[in-house]
């Protein structure tokens, strides 16, 4: 899992990479799944020369999932490969929670995700914003409603999502066709993390709000005061 996110022209992503490993066993019996963490495992494949598909010239390819079954769907992307005959493929081999993958093009952007049961292939203009992965929802509120940067979208979203984590890769596409890559270290960003505490709160308000619309409180109105009673004059 992993958080990936375009915005203005550009991409970003975080480089963490986990996978589950069975804790021990005691007594004869399994030990729970843990999830290993390591950072620094890049997510996006720039493509140079750039590839044909889905009718646009595809620069780069940008995956969430098992990092097997990425590096399998991203191997038959770049061979120019059908997404349906993709997943008549890969379909048994996928993992349970399957996995998206996000094709940045000449004239639009796309997001694949693969199922067990089903496929889809979705479009949308260069101008708006994605996010793909296990930290998308804050990562999609903040872009929207804070204007928050490709940057700022990561970083708020290893806030709420462990497999979000590690160094940040950041891509600039230029009108030109060049990309330019720049890495935010993890120790340039540990301190700013606090300024985004903000963004989780209206994150987090927003989605109490939408869930649970009859438990917000209304604000009181203030009691009439009553006016004393006269007092009668003799």
């Not at 098992?66 to 059908?82: A, F, N, P, Q, S």
């Not at 804070?146 to 230029?174: C, H, R, W």
């Amino acid at each position: 899992m992993t958080t990936i996110v375009w915005k203005n022209g550009v991409l970003a992503a975080d480089t963490a990479q986990s996978r589950s490993v069975e804790s021990g066993s005691k007594n004869g019996h399994s030990g729970a799944d843990v999830s290993l963490i390591y950072t620094n495992k890049s997510k996006v494949y720039t493509l140079n020369p750039p590839v044909e598909l889905f009718g646009d010239t595809i620069m780069a390819l940008a995956g969430s999932g098992t990092v097997v079954d990425v590096k399998r769907v991203i191997r038959l992307l770049k061979l120019g490969i059908d997404i349906v005959e993709i997943h008549r493929v890969v379909v048994d081999l996928l993992d349970d929670d399957g996995l998206s993958i996000m094709a940045i093009g000449a004239n639009k952007n796309y997001a694949v995700t693969l199922h067990k049961h089903n496929s889809q292939l979705l479009e949308y203009s260069k101008e708006s914003s994605i996010a793909i992965g296990s930290g998308r929802n804050l990562a999609r509120y903040v872009m929207k409603n804070l204007n928050a940067s490709p940057q700022d979208a990561i970083v708020a979203a290893m806030m709420e999502d462990v497999y979000t984590n590690g160094n940040i890769e950041i891509f600039k596409f230029e009108s030109d066709g060049s990309v330019k890559k720049k890495v935010v270290k993890l120790d340039d960003y540990v301190e700013i993390k606090n300024t985004h505490q903000e963004m989780l709160k209206a994150y987090v308000e927003s989605k109490f709000t939408e869930l649970f619309p009859d438990r917000i409180k209304q604000p009181r109105k203030p009691r009439a005061r009553k006016a004393p009673p006269k007092k009668e004059s003799n």
